[in-house]
């Protein structure tokens, strides 16, 4: 839940009218960038 919480306040921070959809394909590729 985290990360969509922080990839949505950054959209509405930087002004972006429609934020983008969080998606199992966003949530799988996070998740692999994290892990390296």
């Known amino acids: 839940c985290l990360p969509f919480n922080v990839a949505r ?3 509405e921070a930087k002004g ?3 934020p983008k959809i969080w998606t199992a394909q966003r949530d799988q590729q ?3 960038a994290l892990q390296g």
Do not use: K, Q, R
């Open 30 to 32: 996070m998740w692999e």
């Open 9 to 11: 306040a950054y959209d």
């Open 16 to 18: 972006i009218d429609t």
